[in-house]
């Protein structure tokens, strides 16, 4: 298996991953992050 290498594969490879039972931050946490990040970026 290959590590991904997008964050949206990332994030969609954590979401309900018995090896990542408990990460510090919820998939939907950090995919509010993201989007939040990205759209900074464009108003920049």
Do not use: H, Y
């Not at 990332?10 to 998939?27: C, E, T, W, Y």
């Amino acid at each position: 298996m290959r590590f991904p290498n997008t964050e949206a594969k990332i994030i969609a490879g954590l979401r309900d991953n018995p090896n990542f039972p408990d990460p510090p931050v919820s998939s939907d946490q950090l995919q509010a992050s993201l989007d939040k990040f990205l759209n900074s970026r464009k108003t920049s």
